[in-house]
């Protein structure tokens, strides 16, 4: 077994129920960050979501502007030759009133 | 999935979904919001424009007039080829180019106590854009008695001015009781107008429209933006709700709408002052 994956908040990635999971492969920047924005927007905070994507740049770019909106980065794994799964904790939607 | 939005959408209003406090949930605002702009001429131009591109579902449009020459060199809904046509056609067809999700109503009339509170009702904003106080008053009074915020705006030669009105916060009678006299205004003919004045004046208008569906950021209320063009400066004036005002004061006098035309016996053309 490899080392336990911990969240920022220190929670056991394993235990982490996904809410969600959406497949976004074949889509690029910044669609892949608006789609991931848009189905934040549709769960309760505290949920998870997990985005499936193929293009490269959205594996550096999604984490990095869902953090900029206020969410919790869980993981970005790669799970084979060409996707990537990025685990993110709703935290605040800041579009809400 | 996403919202309800079609792909087309998102990739349309990408740049405004992710903006903080807009999100999918604010584009639906957008998409659900209708705003009647008074007037398709220099101010409603660029507001038509930028409201249509944001993606706001329903605008409606008046104005009677029919485009000429002389409006092109600031009308920028209108082009070469539409002088002649009717205005409202003309800002349809516009705005179908930039946007087919918007609807758009026509209304190739001239405002009057008679015909405005059939034209307004079912629309959540109003924006003056027109180029005579008559018609400023008859907006303002009649966004007042309805309960309707009027995006309120006026140019000339280089010069600049809007404010939002929110009946109960102030509206056009708190600041100018009453339409200056005819002989005291220059007409739009002869003073001229700086062709970008009202591309800069409408299109703050179109945001102003934009913050009041959104709820978001603070909204131009009790305050007068003045533009100068030529100093490039602008400046403000609070111009709040006057308890003695006779159309929202304490003990308002005017409770119904008045056209000023038929008040004053004085044609309309002779009003004519600021815009187009």
Known sequence: MGPEKISQRGEKVESMKVNRVINLKGEVCPYTFVKSLLTLEEMEDGQVLQVIVDYLPSVENVPRSLKNEGHEIVSVVQINDTDWAITVKRLAWSGEE | ?276
Not at chain 2, 10 to 18: G, M, P
Not at chain 2, 121 to 150: H, Q, R, W
Request: glycine share 10%; hydrophobic share 40%.
């Open chain 2, 1 to 276: 999935m996403f919202l309800g939005f079609t792909e087309e959408q998102i990739r349309r209003y990408s740049r405004q979904i992710v903006l903080p406090g807009v999100g999918g949930k604010g584009q639906k605002k957008l998409l659900e919001a209708k705003v009647f702009l008074v007037g398709a001429g220099g101010l409603g131009s660029p507001a038509a424009l930028y409201l249509a591109a944001a993606g706001i579902g329903k605008l409606g449009i008046s104005d009677s007039d029919t485009v000429d020459e002389s409006n092109l060199q600031r009308q920028i809904l209108h082009h070469t080829h539409d002088v002649g046509k009717s205005k409202v056609v003309s800002a349809a067809e516009a705005i179908s180019e930039i946007n087919p999700d918007v609807e758009v109503v026509q209304y190739p009339v001239r405002l009057s106590s008679e015909n405005i509170m059939d034209l307004i009702t079912g629309y959540d904003i109003v924006v003056e854009g027109s180029d005579n106080f008559p018609t400023k008053y008859l907006v303002n009074d009649a966004c007042f008695l309805t309960g309707k915020p009027d995006v309120h705006a006026g140019i000339l030669r280089f010069d600049g001015q809007l404010t939002v009105f929110i009946p109960g916060k102030g509206c056009l009678r708190c600041i100018w009781p009453d339409p200056p006299p005819p002989n005291m205004v220059p007409s739009c003919q002869e003073a001229g107008v700086l062709g970008v004045l009202p591309g800069i004046v409408g299109s703050i208008q179109a945001t102003e429209v934009i913050k009041l569906i959104l709820g978001l950021g603070k909204p131009l209320v009790g305050e007068l933006l003045l533009f100068d063009a030529l100093g490039m400066e602008f400046y403000k004036a609070k111009c709040n709700r006057r308890h003695d005002c006779t159309l929202c004061g304490d003990e308002p006098t005017i409770k119904e709408l008045i056209d000023y035309e038929q008040f004053c016996g004085i044609p309309s053309e002779q009003f004519k002052a600021l815009t187009i």
